[in-house]
């Protein structure tokens, strides 16, 4: 028996499964023998004390989980942090861990009220390192681990949790004697893998699989070279063995119904200081939130992306507001394991309409120089589709050209600062962007937060009530383009080939003959169709009347561009009377400009086609200046490429067949957004039904 080493177990006297606070104990309350745990963990207790010095805890009842002494605290030399349990269930087993820790002599710190921690169970000590790995996600909070780092004088390196099922560190994370580490990789979010990976090298790191996780096999107690679990799979004996540790398997499924194994059992309490420096890197942030916080779901929004971000939160103030009208305010501060990852949260957060708070009497936003021409500096800003304003010199000047995914670039004029949103490609040297994500606030309106999945319509797919729905959207959209043409505002649209196949071709040509559209944005493909259409009556060979396909057909679209090819252009060969109708005739017929940006598909192409993908984006963006809706059918690559430069407040409608198409237009955020899934050339033909019933009833007035 070795002195040294001390540990600390709790009899099962009054154990039970009592309740659920984690995966395992679902379906076991009151289910287990508990003479079988008894019994199990008297061989445990036998076992250990081969090993180590064996302490008692008196066990309490009412007090189920009070055996998995691992949770009472965390230790290091002569201090030890006290558990805050996230779950009222254990909470009350705190006054008895305590209390035990005094009686030893122990220096004890207490956590601040609200902020859990669930000790051994979520912090190991690294044997060779020195260092604390620390567990966040199910059970302890972010912020406790500052803490731990200050009272403990230790490096703390925090590991997201994200599989319930390991929901304390110690159930898929065992750092053992030489340094070497068991653990289950699939447990931990992609940072925390890396962080694993950049702190223990490749031949230290043994990896189980899923069944070895499962059985706890990572639950486990070292003691020099014996480690003892409750179950490990011949792979990883022989891998163990192979390092110079002895295995000693001793079943403990009786504590495996409450989510607990060896290592929860037990609590090391002899656990000497090395060397290491404290540090952490946890970074904090203040982020404030206003608006109709609650009915925008922008809340849960803003907590959702810091979880999911990696991060993790505490609501320090949240006011409500008194009625519907009110504006709520909230403040949220932010942690994050390290610089890179909170960065990234207050990115998003601010893109929801987070203003990044700071102590700092200055809120200013972090400028850096463009050194290189169209290079960013590293950490700028990428920008959203709302309206946003920067703080330089303690003023809020506001973006102008605002669109997504550019850099804020701060230049200075004869008139002042002024802030432009720029692609990269445009930075020029001399030029300062915001970096960061203080000093900077987008403004969302009510109804750009209002969340729109509601309104997202299903049409041709299961439901009995969807044709209804599709046609109540249909009727809004009429609406929306009659009152825009009338007052001689911008409609636009983009259109992929689809439009012609579905035999959308006769509504389209419609609308543009009736003024609704005042710009066309599409690819080769639409306008090759379209004028295989019209000068064979096939489109991709099929013949649009009769819907089979013709002999020879597949060559007619390329005759179709030779034919325009010899005109020099679209217009030309209107002019020449060679194109006599169709989509891109009445284009040209009526005014309406259009784009077609090329692509590495294309054939051909057509002369109009512009395949200067820079200058077809600038052409596109051209042509949405100033638009009041943008129709989107059925072309997933240029909708998106026109929803990326497209500000907030611009309403968008997406049909598309693929329901995929619609959400990821829809997701950019902004509910001016509709997404309608359905067949394209049916809801043009609705769509141009409804409009004419609108003239109809305009014209009874
Ligand atoms: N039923 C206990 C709980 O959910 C099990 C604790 C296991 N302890 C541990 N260190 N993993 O809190």
Not at 239 to 265: N, Y
Not at 552 to 566: D, E, M, P, V
Not at 647 to 670: E, H, Q, Y
Request: net charge negative; hydrophobic share 40%.
């Amino acid at each position: 028996m070795k002195e040294s080493v001390r540990i600390l177990m709790c009899a099962p006297q009054h154990y039970d499964v009592d309740y659920v606070i984690n995966p395992w104990m679902e379906g076991n309350i009151h289910r287990l023998s508990r003479d079988l745990a008894q019994e199990q963990w008297n061989q445990l207790h036998k076992i250990l004390k081969d090993h180590a010095t064996v302490e008692l805890v008196a066990p309490q009842p009412g007090w189920p989980d009070m055996v998995f002494t691992a949770n009472a605290g965390l230790i290091l030399d002569h201090t030890v942090v006290l558990s805050r349990f996230f779950h009222a269930e254990r909470q009350g087993e705190e006054p008895y861990f305590q209390q035990w820790f005094a009686d030893q002599g122990y220096t004890v710190h207490t956590l601040p009220k609200g902020l859990p921690f669930e000790g051994a169970g979520d912090a190991l000590i690294d044997r060779v390192g020195g260092y604390l790995w620390a567990g966040y996600g199910f059970r302890s909070e972010l912020d406790s681990h500052t803490y731990l780092a200050k009272w403990l004088d230790v490096e703390v390196l925090s590991l997201r949790l994200i599989d319930r099922r390991f929901y304390h560190l110690d159930t898929c994370f065992c750092p053992l004697n030489n340094g070497d580490l068991l653990y289950y990789p699939p447990a931990f979010d992609t940072y925390s893998n890396h962080l694993i990976e950049r702190r223990i090298p490749t031949e230290k790191r043994i990896p189980v699989n899923e069944v070895d996780a499962v059985n706890f096999a990572c639950n486990a107690v070292n003691v020099d070279q014996t480690i003892i679990m409750n179950s490990a799979s011949d792979g990883l004996q022989k891998t163990l063995a192979a390092r110079g540790f002895k295995v000693i398997e001793t079943p403990l499924t009786e504590f495996l119904k409450a989510g607990g194994a060896a290592k929860c059992l037990t609590l090391r309490v002899t656990e000497p200081r090395q060397d290491s420096p404290q540090a952490s890197s946890i970074q904090s942030r203040m982020v404030h939130l206003e608006g109709h916080l609650l009915d925008s779901g922008i809340v849960n929004r803003a907590l959702d992306t810091i979880v999911s971000g990696g991060g993790s939160f505490q609501v320090l103030h949240f006011d409500l507001g008194a009625q519907r009208q009110d504006i709520s305010t909230a403040d949220v501060k932010v942690s994050a394991p390290d610089g890179d990852v909170i960065e990234d949260i207050m990115g998003q957060l601010v893109d929801l309409g987070a203003v990044v708070t700071s102590e700092d009497i200055s809120p200013d936003a972090h400028l850096e120089a463009v050194v290189q021409a169209g290079v960013a500096p590293d950490d700028f800003y990428v920008t959203a589709i709302y309206p946003t304003e920067v703080s330089v010199n303690g003023q809020w000047i506001k973006v102008q050209g605002q669109r997504m995914d550019g850099a804020i670039a701060i230049t200075q004029t004869p008139d002042g600062l002024v802030a432009h949103c720029k692609l990269l490609r445009d930075l020029q040297i001399g030029e300062s962007v915001v970096v960061g994500s203080e000093g900077i606030r987008t403004k969302r309106t009510t109804t750009t937060l209002k969340k729109k999945s509601t309104e997202e319509f299903s049409f041709m797919g299961a439901g009995v009530s969807s044709e209804r729905r599709v046609e109540l959207v249909v009727e809004q959209i009429a609406w929306d383009l009659r009152r825009i043409r009338d007052q001689g505002g911008k409609v636009v649209v983009t259109a992929g080939p689809v439009v012609i196949h579905t035999g959308g071709s006769e509504h389209l040509r419609h609308l543009i003959r009736e003024g609704y559209v005042h710009g066309l944005l599409g690819g080769n493909a639409i306008a090759v169709h379209d004028i295989e259409q019209a000068l064979m009556g096939t489109s991709l060979g099929m013949d649009m009347k009769r819907g089979v396909s013709v002999h020879g057909g597949h060559r007619h679209h390329l005759k179709a561009i030779n034919t325009i090819r010899r005109c020099g252009s679209i217009a030309n060969a209107v002019e020449q009377s060679i194109l006599q109708s169709g989509v891109m005739y009445e284009c040209v017929k009526n005014n309406v400009p259009f784009s077609l940006a090329g692509s590495i598909r294309d054939d051909g192409p057509l002369p109009d086609t512009q395949m200067d993908l820079l200058q077809a984006q600038a052409d596109y963006a051209r042509l949405i200046e100033g638009a009041d809706l943008i129709l989107m059918l059925s072309t997933m690559l240029h909708s998106i490429g026109v929803g990326n430069m497209t500000p907030a407040g611009v309403k968008m409608v997406c049909v598309d067949i693929n329901p995929a198409v619609v959400t990821k237009l829809s997701d950019r955020g902004s509910l001016e957004s509709i997404g309608v899934v359905t067949d394209v050339g049916l809801f043009l033909s609705l769509l141009v039904n409804q409009l004419n019933k609108l003239t109809g009833e305009y014209a009874r007035v």
